[in-house]
């Protein structure tokens, strides 16, 4: 049994190799650079943008989703739910036939993961550590749910913004926060958020996030631009420190507020289970 699956999964390997043709990394944008005051137009347009569409409780999708670390890259099809604020689930499946190899399930304190091919269940903690090993960015769990939706909260109010920049038909506002600093870009014409930079004490940006092919959703009763492709971007990440770790998600379909996830994983049936603190990486990473 073991010999038929490391051959099973040898197989999903070769099919999964045959998309990595098509590997997309992560798009910058240019950054405005034409330091300008923070008016009343503007500061309301920051607070709207800020809100992200508060209405927006669950998300039901499809999603293409291309993994470059320092020494690898991957290519794999997902199927993502997400509970605002609370839990997620992604279906991981790779190859030309779609072949599901993994259920990845997060919730506020735990990290469950299902080899599906190996029958092997990693029950872990949330944390920056464990989330590198499932999906090769340590962004924290709610960064990355927020990014799933394609909708991220901006906490800071308006009395936080040190500045303001135009340029490339967008707006940036920088704001401090506790750990540093973010750079918020927005598009005044869209009236949505375009890119989000965080940047540590010193200065140094940490992590890049930038939103794409915005389409317009009635959710609750309210139009909504929401972007398809999302993607991040973290400087130095992980244990290592070294280079530079991209997560693009680029949604073929999804829906929203069709139905809350289970605040519950199934547990699979004799799986095997391992300590997903003390495992060093995961088959598909």
């Known amino acids: 049994m073991k010999r038929i699956g490391l051959m099973v999964w040898a197989f999903c390997l070769l099919v999964f190799g045959a998309g990595c ?8 944008q240019e950054l405005p650079a034409e330091q300008i005051a923070l008016i009343a137009e503007y500061a309301d347009l920051y607070r709207e943008v800020a809100a992200a569409s508060p209405n927006v409780v669950s998300l039901d999708g499809y999603a293409d989703v291309w993994i470059k670390t320092p020494t690898r890259q991957k ?22 036939l779609g072949w599901p190899v993994a259920d990845m399930f997060f919730s506020r304190d735990q990290l469950y993961v299902h080899d599906m091919i190996n029958n092997l269940l990693f029950v872990g903690s949330n944390n920056d550590e464990n989330l590198e090993k499932m999906l090769g960015v340590n962004s924290g769990y709610r960064l990355l749910s927020e990014s799933l939706l394609g909708l991220v909260q901006i906490s ?5 913004i040190r500045s303001v920049k135009k340029g ?6 920088t704001v401090d926060t506790e750990s540093g600093s973010k750079e918020i870009v927005i598009n005044p014409a869209a009236r949505t958020l375009t890119a989000l930079l965080l940047k540590n004490r010193e200065g140094v940006t940490t992590t890049e996030l930038h939103f794409k092919n915005h389409e317009t959703l009635t959710i609750a009763g309210q139009r909504t631009l929401v972007p398809k492709e999302i993607d991040m971007l973290l400087f130095n990440s992980g244990s290592g420190g070294n ?4 997560l693009v998600i680029s949604y073929d379909e999804r829906s929203f507020n069709k139905g809350r996830l289970s605040s519950t994983f199934p547990l699979p049936k004799k799986a095997r289970v391992i300590n ?6 995961l088959p598909w990473m």
């Open 156 to 160: 800071e109010p308006v009395s936080a």
């Open 168 to 173: 490339a038909g967008t707006l940036m506002f």
């Open 243 to 246: 280079g530079e770790h991209q």
């Open 276 to 281: 997903l603190d003390e495992a060093k990486a």
């Open 75 to 96: 290519r794999v099809f997902c199927n993502i739910r997400v509970n605002r604020g609370a839990e997620a689930r992604m279906i991981v499946s790779v190859g030309l």
């Open 21 to 28: 043709s098509e590997f997309r990394s992560v798009g910058r």
